[in-house]
């Protein structure tokens, strides 16, 4: 089946009613689109070529096919005579996904899950624990560091870091919401949080405990603008930026008696040969 023929089906099938019966070629529809998924051949966000990033809805809605179309079942390991100490119970359509020694894939032991429907490139890293979900793509020599979380249809390009404890959000409804994207050669910081359609454009910086989501002003102090998500368009860390968590002051008699501040994102500076040098480590490690 080719990709238009899967798109008809999937949204065929997605637009039974609530409560019917599914059509009976749903289950085969929703393997194909999880298996196109970790193949790269099909992605939850796409790059135009004007550089704007747009959900791709018929995958979206495929992926929540899936769930729709599963059935719980007993994914519990270990344990004897039923009693696991290790217990999960989960629909049969997105079961962790298997990994094998072919796929350059290097997944350190120790607790981690690469969900079924995801893309991983040859030559990521994963080290535990750290968790993918469905619809999510990373590219090639990416790190995912232990605690890290990649969300529904995160889109993740080459080369990036995303440090310990670093959250990137999943955006899996709306169908034609962006999700979130991390392109290539970005560092993510311990204990970050990018969420809601933002976008961090390539070779950004992003210092530990940086949060951004699309309501967050980020406010440029080099080229002294303030960046703010539309109504159309996703909030986006310029190409080079690093940015580091910051404060400003809340308006009002009484707040400023308090000395009250919001946090919020700043950009100190850009991508600099001494920035570089300092996240040369990220190769190394590689």
């Given amino acids: 089946m080719n990709l238009q023929e899967l798109e008809h089906r999937i949204l065929e099938a ?3 009613p609530a409560g019917s019966a599914l059509p009976n070629y749903a289950a085969t529809t929703v393997e194909q689109l999880l298996t196109a998924l970790e193949r790269g051949d099909v992605r939850a966000a796409s790059r135009g070529d004007d550089g704007r990033w747009r959900a791709v809805p018929w995958v979206k809605r495929g992926i929540l096919l899936a769930f729709r179309a599963g059935r719980m079942v007993d994914m519990s390991v270990g344990g004897n005579g039923g009693h696991s100490p290790f217990q999960f119970f989960d629909k ?16 350190v032991p120790g607790g981690s899950t ?7 490139a040859p030559g990521v890293v994963c080290m535990p624990p750290m968790y993918v979900n469905v619809g999510a793509w990373i590219g090639a020599g990416t790190m995912v560091d232990s605690h890290a979380l990649v969300g529904s249809c995160a889109q993740i390009g080459e080369r990036v870091h995303l440090s310990a ?14 999700p979130v994207v991390i392109e290539d050669d970005v560092v993510v910081g ?13 070779r950004a910086v992003l210092a530990a405990g940086v949060v951004l989501t699309r309501g967050t002003p980020v406010f440029d102090l080099v080229r002294e603008t303030v960046y703010r998500a539309t109504p159309e368009q996703a909030l986006e860390i310029p190409e080079g930026a690093v940015v580091v ?8 008699a009484w707040a400023g008696e308090q000395g009250l501040a919001l946090q919020t994102p700043v950009i100190v500076k850009y ?11 990220e190769e190394w490690l590689r």
């Fill in 14 to 16: 997605a637009e039974t």
């Fill in 92 to 107: 049969h359509t997105v079961p962790p996904r298997t990994m094998r020694l072919e796929s350059q894939v290097r997944v």
């Fill in 114 to 120: 690469i969900r079924r429907g995801t893309y991983l």
């Fill in 165 to 178: 404890a670093a959250q990137i959000g999943g955006v899996l409804e709306p169908v034609n919401a962006s």
């Fill in 190 to 202: 311990g204990n970050s949080g990018v969420y809601e359609g933002t976008i961090v454009r390539r």
């Fill in 245 to 252: 968590p910051g404060a400003r002051q809340v308006k009002g």
């Fill in 271 to 281: 991508r600099d040969e001494k920035t570089d040098l300092a996240t040369a480590l």
